[in-house]
C-alpha cells in the first residue's frame, strides 16, 4: 500500500493568515493526488483534485502543488470557514490511501 | 444537483452481517460515467477506502476487507450497496458513499453518512 503522511499534524492559524500542509507518499502518485475538507459532523468535501485542479464552487484561496510524491495545499488569505480538517488521498493504485489529516485550529 | 443517501441499520451485533445501499440521485449509475465507492471513517479518526464499483461490474476491494466485502450495484434502482461479514468492534464507524471520477477517482459528492455501531 501507498502510505500517505501529512504534516503537521495540526497547527493553528489567523484569519488572513497563509498557511501550507504538506502531504508526502511512499512511492510516486505522479498527480493522482486529492485534497479534502472535512468539518465536524460533515462529510469531507473535494477541494482539489489532480494534484492543483480546483474543484468548481471551491475559492481560489485554495491552491495545489506537486507531483511524483511530495504535494501542498496552500490556503491564502485563511477564512474563518477554514478551520477544519484537511486529507490528501492517492487514487494513482489501489487500496486508495489518505493522509492522517492535519487539523486547522484557530 | 447530484445526491447521495446511504441506509441501513445504526445497530449490528458482532459476528453478523452488515447490509448498507446508497442511493442516487441526480445522475445514473448506470450511464457508465462515473465510479461509485465507499469510505469509512472510524470515531475520531482519519478516512478509511473502502472499495470502488463501477456499472461495468469493476470492482476494487481494500485488501483489509476482501475476505469479507461485497460492493454491488442495482443500475434499475440506481443504487449501489455493501455488504461486510463478521462484524467485529473494530467495524464501528462513519460509512460513506460517493461518486467517484472514472480518471483520476476523485470523490466529488458524498453521502451525509451512516453511523454503524457494532455492538451486542
Known amino acids: 500500500d501507498i502510505q500517505m503522511t501529512q504534516s503537521p499534524s495540526s497547527l493553528s492559524a489567523s484569519v488572513g493568515d497563509r498557511v501550507t500542509i504538506t502531504c508526502r507518499s511512499s512511492?510516486?502518485?505522479?498527480?493522482?493526488l486529492n485534497w479534502y475538507q472535512q468539518k465536524p459532523g460533515k462529510p469531507p468535501k473535494l477541494l482539489i483534485y489532480?494534484?492543483?485542479s480546483l474543484q468548481i464552487g471551491v475559492p481560489s484561496r485554495f491552491s495545489g502543488t506537486g507531483s511524483g510524491t511530495d504535494f501542498t495545499l496552500t490556503i491564502l488569505g485563511l477564512q474563518p470557514e477554514d478551520f477544519a480538517t484537511y486529507y490528501c488521498q492517492q487514487t494513482y493504485s489501489t487500496p486508495v490511501t489518505f493522509g492522517q489529516g492535519t487539523r486547522l485550529d484557530i | 444537483q447530484v445526491q447521495l443517501q446511504e441506509s441501513g441499520p445504526g445497530l449490528v451485533k458482532p459476528s453478523q452481517t452488515l447490509s448498507l445501499t446508497c442511493s442516487v440521485s441526480g445522475d445514473s449509475i448506470g450511464s457508465g460515467g462515473h465510479g461509485w465507492t465507499w469510505i469509512r471513517q472510524h470515531p475520531g479518526k482519519g478516512l478509511e477506502w473502502i472499495g470502488y464499483i463501477h456499472s461495468t461490474g469493476t470492482t476494487y476491494y481494500n485488501p483489509s476487507l476482501k475476505s469479507r466485502l461485497t460492493i454491488s450495484i442495482d443500475t434499475s434502482k440506481n443504487q449501489f450497496s455493501l455488504r461486510l461479514n463478521s462484524l467485529t468492534a473494530a467495524d464501528t464507524a462513519v460509512y460513506y458513499c460517493?461518486?467517484?471520477?472514472?480518471?483520476?477517482?476523485?470523490?466529488?459528492?458524498w453521502g451525509q453518512g451512516t453511523l454503524v455501531t457494532v455492538s451486542s
Open positions: 512511492q510516486t502518485v505522479t498527480t493522482y
Open positions: 489532480a494534484a492543483s
Open positions: 460517493a461518486r467517484t471520477s472514472v480518471g483520476y477517482a476523485y470523490a466529488d459528492y
